[in-house]
């Protein structure tokens, strides 16, 4: 069979290539042809020759070791741990790692294919200098077939158990992953890579517009719209087939739910908790999924303040759905663990949203000690104002920036000139400020009693930010000046090397914002499996 296959494939080439010679030479054909080839010659093969489970490893993996209970976690016996170490003598870790298959050529060519095009735009754009990502690995086919064999609970499983036995990644200079902004780097590689391995993402085609499957790209709530854009258009982790999906996406924008149905200034929210209630009902009633786990693999992605509400009518997508919500308030039931904590990202054109990032002054050029510049939202930022408006030289802390001072030097000159850029908590916890000041490459303050920040289950905060309690606003400048410069100079360059993770390429690169997004789901809902000991 293999044979017939070459020699289709040498016949298609020599056709092709006597094509050519008679017309000019159309190269982006030519690459279409060459890429449809390998493609079949590597699916082709594996559809031809259906593997047959029994002769694999882990032979009775499959039901009668593992049960699915009703809120979602697995359990798992002894026995599968046992068939596991068994299959890790017949597999290798290294395996997962073949560099020099036909795909991993194809992907590099990719790659560089978009770093010239990169290239070209950025010298029109003043945007940041983008380091294309190393190319994912490529997975062994025999692993390949593996995972393919395994049910989508067992492939969570699989996951959970490879992440907890992550290999320690040696983390030389030249690593894209930079290990001191990341609690534990290793764990983040290997549970990114499975995920590239394993996860696939079911979305409902079931809603109207505007409020399902209509992107909201601009302004402070863009990012649940680019990560709603950047899911819909995606191909690799969406699935149409539910029953391979190990994650449920619930596709509305609670801004547009707002737009929609709020009557302004009534202030009556629960028409919106009422449809959202209604929509989950009929999901759980039309589709078996909701039921088989009460929701519990089921997410949304919500960045208006009213996000975490829009959930509230509904018992089980209240108690039980991962939330990735920019108002993560774990005093408004958000649950750290499972839900996820989704950066404010303050977009002016959604044409171009790199546009202005990056590029901040050096720190001998940066004489502003902190800066702060904003409307008197919420208990936080008045009380910062009393304490710092007016008073030090160095403390540049406004309310709405005055035209006077924004005249000479504008909002993002302030934030590219200042060591610390203050974000005290408006009337939610979140602000778009503590993503500008990553882009602006200035270390953020986070003044905001019981916000969880940002992708905090895979990021060390520590690194590269300063948190600072309510109740010490007071010492605020104490607090700064008693950083050493040794560690501000180590803050401030970490800054700078955790912006990758907060870009919104218009077309996504592995690692960035709407990666970050999907892994801190997938991560979470690993969280929520337990794997058992008896
Ligand atoms: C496992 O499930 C298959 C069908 O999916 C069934 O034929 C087989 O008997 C089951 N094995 C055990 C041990 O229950
Ligand atoms: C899920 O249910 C099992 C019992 O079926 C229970 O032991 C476990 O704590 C539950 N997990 C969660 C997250 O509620
Ligand atoms: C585990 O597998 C062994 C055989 O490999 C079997 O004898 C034993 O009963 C199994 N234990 C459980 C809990 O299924
Ligand atoms: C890939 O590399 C392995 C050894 O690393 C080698 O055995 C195999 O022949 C190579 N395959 C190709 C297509 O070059
Ligand atoms: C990271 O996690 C791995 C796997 O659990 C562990 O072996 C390693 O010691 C951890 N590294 C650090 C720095 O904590
Ligand atoms: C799921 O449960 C709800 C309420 O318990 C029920 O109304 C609905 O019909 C169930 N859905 C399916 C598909 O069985
Ligand atoms: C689920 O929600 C109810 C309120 O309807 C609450 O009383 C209960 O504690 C929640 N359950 C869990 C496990 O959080
Ligand atoms: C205008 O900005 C410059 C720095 O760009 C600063 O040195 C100067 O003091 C500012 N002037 C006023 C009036 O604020």
Redesign the pocket.
């Known amino acids: 069979m293999r044979k017939l296959l070459k020699h289709v494939a040498v016949a298609l080439i020599r056709e092709l290539i006597r094509h050519c010679r008679w017309r000019k030479i159309d190269w982006r054909k030519l690459f279409f042809a060459g890429a449809v080839m390998s493609i079949a010659g590597v699916v082709l093969p594996t559809l031809l020759f259906t593997y047959r489970r029994s002769i694999w490893f882990l032979p ?1 993996l ?3 070791s593992s049960h699915q209970s009703l809120n979602g976690s697995v359990h798992l016996s002894n026995n599968l741990t046992e068939t596991r170490s068994e299959r890790f003598q017949l597999v290798p870790t290294a395996p997962f790692v073949s560099f020099n298959s036909s795909t991993e050529a194809k992907g590099r060519h990719r790659v560089s294919r978009r770093r010239r095009k990169r290239r070209r735009r950025s010298k029109i754009d003043d945007g940041p200098q983008v380091i294309p990502p190393p190319p994912r690995r490529t997975v062994s086919p025999r692993l390949q077939r593996y995972l393919r064999s395994l049910s989508p609970d067992e492939s969570l499983l699989y996951a959970k158990m490879e992440i907890e036995h992550a290999p320690a990644v040696d983390n030389d200079d030249d690593s894209y992953l930079y290990a001191p902004i990341f609690r534990n780097v290793s764990i983040f590689e290997r549970s990114y890579e499975l995920m590239e391995m394993i996860l696939k993402v079911y979305i409902y085609p079931d809603g109207e517009k505007p409020i399902f499957h209509e992107p909201h790209l601009l302004g402070i709530y863009a990012s649940e719209g680019w990560f709603m854009k950047l899911l819909e258009a995606d191909r690799e982790f969406v699935t149409q087939d539910p029953v391979k999906a190990h994650l449920f996406y619930l596709p509305y924008s609670s801004r547009q739910l707002e737009l929609a149905l709020y009557v302004p200034n009534s202030h009556n929210l629960r028409p919106l908790s009422i449809f959202i209630r209604d929509y989950v009902s009929m999901i759980a009633a039309k589709y078996p999924f909701w039921n088989r786990t009460h929701g519990s693999d089921h997410f949304l992605v919500a960045c208006h303040d009213w996000g975490p509400y829009t959930t509230s009518a509904h018992r089980e997508l209240r108690n039980n759905t991962i939330k990735a919500v920019c108002n993560a308030d774990l005093s408004e039931n958000f649950i750290a663990g499972k839900d996820v904590s989704l950066p404010e990202t303050a977009i002016r054109n959604p044409g171009r949203p790199l546009r202005y990032i990056g590029r901040g002054n050096r720190v001998s050029q940066r004489p502003i000690l902190a800066f702060f510049a904003g409307n008197m939202h919420g208990r936080v930022r008045p009380k910062l104002l009393k304490y710092w408006h007016n008073k030090e030289e160095d403390m540049k802390i406004y309310g709405p920036l005055p035209i006077r001072v924004s005249r000479n030097m504008t909002y993002i000159q302030h934030m590219k000139s200042s060591k610390y850029c203050i974000c005290p908590m408006g009337y939610e916890v979140n602000s778009p400020r503590i993503v500008e000041a990553i882009y602006y490459e200035c270390v953020p303050v986070i003044i905001a009693d019981n916000f969880v920040l940002p992708f905090n289950e895979v990021l060390d905060w520590n690194a590269f930010s300063v948190i600072v309690a309510e109740k010490d606003i007071p010492k605020l400048k104490e607090i700064l000046l008693a950083i050493p410069l040794r560690r501000y100079l180590k803050m401030q360059i970490n800054v700078k090397m955790v912006q990758k993770h907060f870009l919104w390429n218009p077309r996504p690169m592995r690692y960035d914002l709407f990666h970050m997004i999907l892994h801190a789901i997938w991560f979470n809902r690993l969280n929520q499996i337990q794997i058992s000991q008896d």
Do not use: A, P
């Open positions: 009775s499959v039901n009668d």
